[in-house]
């Protein structure tokens, strides 16, 4: 379902990635793991578009990808967002309706149906009036995975969205991912989390500027493997 094919980012005479390539399928839940610094961000930016990319080709169904962000549901790191920004849960989540309900028109009733049955599933409904700012950070996480279920894409891209969450939001993730799954959707995870949540994943993408490994956990969480991508002995609790 989607193809990337030598794929690099280089930043003048830094190379952030290096000639990366793989496939993911649809109905597929792929683990992408490395180091900070290991291009794993960078990959999906440049993949969708978002940083230019010095060489590659990423294409979905057999087109560009950056042809068809309709079907692209990209949740960035808590990080990059202003949660300062005084807006509400029920506006985050309505963000993903945009391109179906245009830039300066209100939104359809399908769009508030859609937005609503989301929050609801991620049990966020309830907080809908609130600022973002006033939640928790599982909180704001489910509101964000939210906004991507109600944008009903083929493809869901995450980056660290298990940082600083908490078990009940862990949970009610996995159990979309699952659902989703179910409904041939594709979704990819960046992740730093080596402990026991590798055993939902269906495939991995071990990376240090280069891919490193891909296939199933057993195959890419090897010693040899983890010694290559972190430069060092890395523990994990197998799941």
């Given amino acids: 379902m989607?193809?990337?094919?030598?794929l690099s980012v280089s930043y003048r005479s830094f190379t952030a990635l290096n000639d990366v390539?793989?496939?993911?399928?649809?109905?597929?839940?792929?683990g992408i793991f490395g180091p900070?610094?290991?291009?794993?961000?960078?990959?999906?930016?440049?993949?969708?578009?978002?940083?230019?990319?010095?060489t590659g080709t990423v294409l979905l169904k057999g087109k560009p990808l950056t042809h068809q962000l309709s079907q692209v549901a990209y949740v960035p790191q808590r990080s990059q967002i202003d949660w300062d920004y005084p807006v509400t849960v029920w506006n985050v989540a309505m963000m993903s309706r945009t391109l179906q309900t245009g830039l300066f028109r209100q939104p359809s009733r399908q769009s508030r149906e859609r937005v609503k049955a989301a929050l609801e599933r991620v049990g966020?409904?309830?907080?809908?009036?609130?600022?973002?700012s006033d939640l928790s950070g599982g909180q704001q996480q489910r509101v964000f995975l939210a906004g991507a279920l109600a944008k009903e894409a083929e493809l869901l891209i995450l980056d660290e969205p298990f940082a600083a969450v908490d078990r009940k939001t862990e949970s009610i993730m996995f159990e979309i991912f699952s659902e989703l799954k179910a409904q041939a959707k594709t979704l990819l995870v960046i992740s730093h989390d080596l402990g026991e949540i590798l055993g939902h994943y269906d495939r991995m993408l071990l990376l240090n500027k280069r891919v490193i490994a891909q296939g199933s956990r057993y195959e890419v969480m090897t010693k040899d493997n983890l010694l290559a991508a972190y430069d060092a002995p890395v523990r994990f609790i197998a799941a």
Wanted: charged share 20%.
């Fill in 2 to 6: 989607l193809l990337v094919q030598n």
């Fill in 124 to 132: 966020m409904y309830e907080y809908r009036d609130r600022s973002i």
């Fill in 36 to 54: 900070n610094g290991s291009g794993k961000s960078t990959m999906v930016k440049a993949m969708l578009g978002l940083i230019r990319s010095a």
């Fill in 21 to 30: 390539s793989c496939t993911f399928d649809a109905g597929e839940l792929v």
